[in-house]
T-cell receptor
Framework: AQSVSQHNHHVILSEAASLELGCNYS??????LFWYVQYPGQHLQLLLK??????LVKGIKGFEAEFIKSKFSFNLRKPSVQWSDTAEYFC?????????????FGAGTRLFVKA | DAGVIQSPRHEVTEMGQEVTLRCKPI?????LFWYRQTMMRGLELLIY????????DSGMPEDRFSAKMPNASFSTLKIQPSEPRDSAVYFC???????????????FGEGSRLTVL
């Protein structure tokens, strides 16, 4: 079955620290890849997405992610986090050419940034 | 655009009662999804519709759950009878497909927080 694994459930960082959140998926075909963010008490919103082309994609608020096809990974990075980045981050995968339109989410990583 | 609109935002009910959650997708979007979020299970896809037709309901927990989409601008998720383990945040999301299905970005509503006592 298709699945998405996020390596860390909880991450605590100090402001200005660098961030990397791991994401791996299990699907051998073509995929669209997403990172969504959920700020406390809010709904999920798109942070960035990869469909094709340059495997290094840039999103909002200084986030970027790199698609490594050989590793089935789509890790999220930010060079210097801010207190306002405290949120839960979800990696999501949409397999293509399956006849369906499902997006599968990872379990999420809760990031807490200390001021 | 107003975005995806869900109601109610909060619902507290007693075990055995019927619960109806409502969703208005973004106008023009042809896909609608119902997700459930809990601490234990994360974000689970319950069911999704394409052009008002249910496509995949394999995530619906059991027969107590049902979903409908009578038209392009309205969907309901009903739980009857409700149980304490149904307590969760229920999100509705909509999406717009394009040729080849190369999109798929989901636009989420604010969610409906359900507490079943």
């Amino acid at each position: 079955a298709q699945s998405v694994s996020q390596h860390n459930h909880h991450v605590i960082l100090s402001e200005a620290a660098s961030l990397e959140l791991g994401c791996n998926y299990s699907y051998g075909g073509t995929v669209n890849l997403f990172w969504y963010v959920q700020y406390p008490g809010q709904h999920l919103q798109l942070l960035l997405k990869y469909f094709s082309g340059d495997p290094l994609v840039k999103g909002i608020k200084g986030f970027e992610a790199e698609f490594i096809k050989s590793k089935f990974s789509f890790n999220l990075r930010k060079p210097s986090v801010q207190w306002s980045d405290t949120a839960e981050y979800f990696c999501a995968v949409k397999p293509l050419n399956t006849g369906g339109f499902k997006t599968i989410f990872g379990a999420g990583t809760r990031l807490f940034v200390k001021a | 655009d107003a975005g995806v609109i869900q109601s109610p935002r909060h619902e507290v009910t007693e075990m055995g009662q019927e619960v109806t959650l409502r969703c208005k997708p973004i106008s023009g979007h042809d896909y609608l999804f119902w997700y459930r979020q809990t601490m234990m299970r994360g974000l689970e896809l319950l069911i999704y519709f394409n052009n008002n037709v249910p496509i995949d309901d394999s995530g619906m927990p059991e027969d107590r759950f049902s979903a409908k989409m009578p038209n392009a601008s309205f969907s309901t998720l009903k739980i009857q009878p409700s149980e304490p383990r149904d307590s969760a945040v229920y999100f509705c999301a909509s999406s717009l497909s394009n040729s080849g299905g190369a999109d798929g970005e989901l636009f989420f509503g604010e969610g409906s927080r359900l507490t079943v006592l």
